[in-house]
């Protein structure tokens, strides 16, 4: 009998956000993998739980998600966890998933802190839609195609960053989208200094070029406003009608085609047509 794999989210500063299921899961499974088992013991520690840990981090998971995988397949239950928040959220993990579900592996994920969206609840930002966008890469290229390829994005986004990348990716984030964009800086979320900037870009930018960012932040940017559509005129129905009867269509046809391609109805621009025929 297979055993299973636990997604066990971790505090993301506040240490009373665990909760008793989390608690319960490292308890009973068979051994940990964290991303950092330093930071995990003392999780541990904090919690009084003794168990064996595995260590599974970017660098090692093409070797060690075999071993994983090979231990629940005989039995075992294992619990994820990351250095902090939701395991396989912009942090190892997401290749373990995989890897267990092709084996056939039952995955659990357990509700709990994730900092995009602790961030997204208090940024004041529009909720309904959002993209989650993670860290930007640290090639220039495709920092550059990645903003290109979200300039129309009407969703509100929540993108990770590090404190010594931040000011050069809110310089990235303003030529993309525009200074006047708005931006909510979320910083040391549930911690101590917790604090939500409220701001635009530009503003954004300047501040930080003041007094250069300290803590983790997650940053959430308002969406690109609709487009405005343009309403056709009665003179861009009339000339579209004239230039195709140019073109050799009969009125009719004309009419037909220009109200199929400007979204009127057949009986309005036939009159427009009319009238400006007379
Ligand atoms: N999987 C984690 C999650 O979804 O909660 C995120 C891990 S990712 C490697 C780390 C990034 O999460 C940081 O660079 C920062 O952008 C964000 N982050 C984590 N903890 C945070 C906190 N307490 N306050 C603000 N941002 C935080």
């Given at each position: 009998?297979?055993?299973?794999?636990?997604?066990?989210?971790?505090?993301?500063?506040?240490?009373g956000?665990?909760?008793?299921?989390?608690?319960?899961?490292?308890?009973?499974?068979?051994?940990?993998?964290?991303?950092?088992?330093?930071?995990?013991?003392?999780?541990?520690?904090?919690?009084?739980?003794?168990?064996?840990?595995?260590?599974?981090?970017e660098?090692?998971?093409?070797?060690?998600?075999?071993?994983?995988?090979?231990?629940?397949?005989?039995?075992?239950?294992?619990?994820?966890?990351?250095?902090?928040?939701?395991?396989?959220?912009?942090d190892?993990?997401?290749?373990?998933?995989?890897?267990?579900?092709?084996?056939?592996?039952?995955?659990?994920?357990?509700?709990?802190?994730?900092?995009?969206?602790?961030?997204?609840?208090?940024?004041?930002?529009?909720?309904?839609?959002?993209?989650?966008?993670?860290?930007?890469?640290?090639?220039?290229k495709?920092?550059?195609?990645h903003?290109?390829?979200?300039?129309?994005?009407?969703?509100?986004?929540?993108?990770?960053?590090?404190?010594?990348?931040?000011?050069?990716t809110?310089?990235?984030?303003?030529?993309?989208?525009?200074g006047?964009?708005?931006?909510?800086?979320?910083?040391?979320?549930?911690?101590?200094?917790?604090?939500?900037?409220?701001?635009?870009?530009?503003?954004?930018?300047?501040?930080?070029?003041?007094?250069p960012?300290?803590?983790?932040?997650?940053l959430?940017?308002?969406?690109?406003?609709?487009?405005?559509?343009?309403?056709?005129?009665?003179?861009?129905?009339?000339?579209?009608?004239?230039?195709?009867?140019?073109?050799?269509?009969?009125?009719?046809?004309?009419?037909?085609?220009?109200?199929?391609?400007?979204?009127?109805?057949?009986?309005?621009?036939?009159?427009?047509?009319?009238?400006?025929?007379?």
């Amino acid at each position: 009998m297979a055993g299973m794999l636990y997604l066990v989210p971790t505090p993301i500063g506040n240490l009373g956000d665990i909760s008793i299921r989390c608690r319960q899961t490292l308890e009973e499974a068979d051994f940990i993998a964290a991303e950092d088992t330093r930071v995990t013991l003392k999780l541990l520690n904090h919690l009084g739980i003794k168990k064996s840990l595995v260590s599974y981090y970017e660098h090692n998971k093409a070797f060690k998600g075999d071993k994983i995988v090979e231990r629940i397949l005989s039995g075992e239950t294992c619990a994820l966890v990351s250095d902090a928040g939701s395991p396989a959220i912009s942090d190892p993990g997401e290749d373990l998933v995989k890897q267990c579900a092709a084996a056939g592996i039952t995955v659990c994920a357990i509700p709990g802190p994730c900092a995009a969206i602790t961030a997204l609840s208090i940024s004041g930002q529009a909720t309904g839609r959002f993209c989650f966008e993670g860290f930007l890469s640290t090639s220039k290229k495709s920092r550059r195609e990645h903003l290109e390829s979200l300039q129309s994005e009407q969703r509100t986004m929540i993108f990770y960053e590090a404190p010594h990348k931040l000011l050069p990716t809110l310089e990235d984030l303003r030529d993309a989208f525009g200074g006047e964009r708005p931006i909510s800086l979320c910083r040391e979320l549930t911690k101590l200094h917790e604090e939500v900037v409220r701001t635009t870009l530009a503003e954004a930018v300047a501040r930080y070029t003041e007094n250069p960012p300290k803590g983790e932040f997650v940053l959430i940017v308002a969406g690109a406003e609709p487009e405005e559509k343009a309403v056709p005129t009665e003179t861009d129905a009339a000339a579209r009608v004239m230039q195709l009867m140019e073109e050799g269509l009969t009125r009719k046809d004309a009419v037909k085609q220009t109200a199929k391609e400007l979204g009127l109805p057949k009986n309005v621009v036939y009159d427009i047509a009319l009238k400006d025929s007379e």
